[in-house]
């Protein structure tokens, strides 16, 4: 199985802070990296697909980037309800895997 | 609007079986695949199954494959996870998610809220 491995697990920012996020792959997977917001007791979020395409409806204040084994989702500047857990996912070959998630904090 | 809605969550005895259904609206599942993400308790996000919209393409999590079977009725629009020999592991939030194409490799764009399976004695 891929093994998809993110950093950081949690951190904290403030409202207007320029945030990082990386995911590594076990193996070379092209850009079939996708991230997804999830806040407590809500729907998970598409932001971007395919590694750097932005979904429809998501703010440009969200970036992706990356191909081969390690991606990013960057965050130019943080508004207050993008405090969340963020999960990156491979669909290179199943099974699918996740991210263990890292955790955004005020 | 498009919209998937989960229900037949429970609490179940272990070794007991359930079937969770996915109801789409706002499209056909002859367009798109779906899949099933489970979120154990103090857990992260976890792939269980996937059905492409063809509906011959199935693939499974190692750890259902042989007691979870994913389907669906296209005459009623509604994805179904079938799930046997449950045990305390599966005990989790179950989401239903829509691929934004055909294939099951594209990402998922529409989440339903999630329905819950508690397997306990």
């Known amino acids: 199985d891929i093994q998809m491995t993110q950093s950081p697990s949690s951190l904290s920012a403030s409202v207007g802070d320029r945030v990082t996020i990386t995911c590594r792959a076990s193996?070379?997977?092209?850009?079939?990296v996708h991230w997804y917001q999830h806040k407590p007791g809500k729907a998970p979020k598409l932001l971007v697909y395919?590694?750097?395409s932005l979904q429809s409806g998501v703010p440009s204040r969200f970036t992706g980037s990356g191909s081969g084994s390690d991606f990013t989702l960057t965050i130019s500047s943080l508004q207050p309800e993008d405090f969340a857990t963020y999960y990156c996912?491979?669909?290179?070959?199943?099974?699918?895997?996740f991210g263990q998630g890292s955790k955004l904090e005020i | 609007e498009v919209q998937v809605l989960e229900s037949g969550g429970d609490l179940i005895q272990p070794g007991g079986s359930l079937r969770l259904s996915c109801a789409a609206s706002g499209f056909t599942l002859r367009t798109y695949a779906m899949t099933w993400v489970r979120q154990a308790p103090g857990e992260g996000l976890k792939w269980v199954s996937s059905?492409?919209?063809?509906?011959?393409?199935?693939h499974y999590a190692d750890s259902v494959k042989g007691r979870f079977i994913i389907s669906r009725d296209i005459s009623k629009n509604t994805v179904y996870l079938q799930m046997d020999s449950l045990t305390a592991e599966d005990t989790a939030i179950y989401y239903c998610a829509k691929s934004r194409r055909t294939g099951t490799n594209y990402g998922m764009d529409v989440w339903g809220l999630g329905t819950t399976v508690t397997v306990s004695s």
């Open positions: 059905i492409s919209a063809s509906g011959v393409g199935t």
């Open positions: 193996q070379g997977i092209g850009t079939s």
């Open positions: 996912q491979q669909s290179f070959l199943t099974p699918y895997t």
């Open positions: 395919a590694a750097s």
